[in-house]
């Protein structure tokens, strides 16, 4: 059967898009086009069936190591059938799990949120109405039922900050869970994948009005270049958003419980204290 024998399954703004593009070039290694398939999480996507997602990986050759990564499969509590629709296809897949800085994450994920569209530029108000951007970064709670169902040595927790510092060293135990070949290693010259430094925010039909060739020669012939790049400049965030302190002080406390849970899971593991240095000495 045509089937992934791994999965990245998150956090989402931990570089998995990055990871994801080291393993694929990787020779003996076989990952699904599109990148994150989303086919556990998805209700649209699973309505598609078992055959739609084990044709993602019939191009494999044969003794190829299969994997996909979904960061929509640790995003509790938005997507609660990921789990229960795995378990019923895969008998003991391998999971990599990456996190990072929860703090830090949740910046990046709430700036993905403002260049979609979906919230504003006060954070307070964001962070309260969009709690997932707290709960996708409390990596215990999302982890907990992989491991109850599969078991932690099932799992590889890495972390951003380990491949940050340490690039082969993390890949290498990266390589050695997966049971890729010896000689396989991280590639220096690859650039980082969807790294969201600066963002331009989306525009309500986008799509239609912006994103279409008609529309972009229309406007590179009728509207000044520097009145677009002024318009352009308005739409990007460019730096960091300040977080009020009360706010960061409330989201520490909160990932700093969610991180007890993650240590009990995976005792002593370095993301702990790497991902974590707002925790107390």
């Not at 352009?232 to 007890?260: N, Y």
Request: proline share 9%; hydrophobic share 40%.
């Amino acid at each position: 059967m045509s089937l992934p024998d791994f999965l990245i399954i998150g956090a989402m703004k931990c570089g998995t898009s990055t990871l994801q593009a080291q393993l694929a070039h990787q020779k003996g290694v076989f990952m699904s086009t599109p990148k994150e398939p989303n086919y556990f999480s998805d209700d649209q996507i699973y309505a598609r069936g078992r055959s739609w997602y084990e044709a993602l990986f019939a191009d494999a050759a044969p003794g190829d190591l299969k994997g996909e990564a979904s960061t929509h499969y640790t995003k509790l509590p938005t997507y609660p059938q990921t789990l229960p629709r795995m378990r019923a296809m895969l008998d003991a897949p391998r999971l990599v799990y990456m996190i990072r800085n929860p703090m830090v994450r949740a910046v990046s994920h709430y700036i993905h949120e403002w260049t979609e569209g979906r919230v504003g530029s006060d954070a307070r108000e964001a962070f309260h109405a969009t709690p997932e951007i707290a709960a996708y970064g409390f990596y215990g709670m999302q982890i907990a039922p992989f491991a109850e169902a599969y078991g932690p040595d099932r799992i590889l927790l890495t972390s951003l900050e380990q491949i940050s510092a340490d690039p082969e060293a993390a890949f290498a135990e990266i390589r050695d869970f997966l049971g890729l070949p010896y000689g396989a290693a991280w590639v220096h010259d690859m650039p980082a994948q969807n790294v969201s430094a600066a963002r331009m925010r989306r525009l309500p039909m986008q799509g239609l009005l912006i994103d279409n060739p008609v529309a972009t020669s229309m406007r590179r012939a009728l509207v000044p270049k520097a009145l677009r790049n002024w318009v352009r400049a308005r739409r990007t965030m460019t730096t960091r958003p300040d977080i009020p302190d009360d706010l960061q002080d409330r989201l520490k406390a909160e990932f700093l419980a969610d991180r007890a849970r993650l240590a009990e899971l995976f005792p002593g593991h370095p993301a702990l204290e790497l991902c974590y240095p707002f925790a107390p000495s």
